[in-house]
């Protein structure tokens, strides 16, 4: 008994590992109030429910989603096919911030023919949604085969959206 009293004085004694023990005991302290007020909220977002392409049969479309626009640019609205790899583009005016869609097409046909491509993005629920954006593309073929694209980046104008967005492409 009588050891176990003098190494609790010699405890006692020492300021160095009580100090210690001290700033311990108050870093667990703050770590769990700070757990204890952590909270996790869970956002559900739908995004985009899909896309509708009507096509005269000259050319393909993929849809490759949503983004936000980093720089603002100029309205480019026309653009011929390359007959080589390579991708070109077309755009509406463009909006630091907006959402936009990027939407590829890709020529099939060899003519070198004007079409026009049609964009119409939707927002929210109903039987159509609300109206967010319309515009249109003059996109040109090649005159020969092409293995190249056209992306239009469609400024939809908005710095938030509604989900469900649907996006419709008609080409003539």
């Known amino acids: 008994m009588s050891s176990l009293r003098a190494k609790i004085s010699q405890v006692t004694s020492k300021k160095v590992p009580v100090l210690a023990l001290v700033v311990v005991a108050m870093f667990g302290m703050v770590a769990g109030v700070l757990a204890a007020n ?74 070198s023919t004007a079409h026009t491509a049609t964009v119409v993005i939707r927002q929210g629920t109903g039987p159509a949604g609300t109206l967010v954006v319309s515009t249109s593309f003059t996109l040109t073929g090649p005159s020969a085969s092409s293995t190249g694209t056209i992306t239009a980046y469609v400024d939809t104008g908005l710095t938030s959206l509604t989900s469900p967005v649907t996006v419709y492409v008609t080409i003539s």
């Open 38 to 111: 952590l909270a996790v909220t869970t956002t559900s977002n739908t995004g985009e429910i899909g896309t509708y392409h009507t096509s005269s049969g000259t050319m393909t479309v993929v849809d490759n989603g949503l983004g936000v626009v980093a720089n603002t640019a100029a309205a480019s609205t026309a653009a011929t096919f390359p007959t080589s790899g390579n991708n070109n583009s077309v755009n509406n005016a463009l909006t630091a911030g907006h959402w936009f869609d990027e939407i590829t097409f890709t020529d099939t046909a060899t003519d």
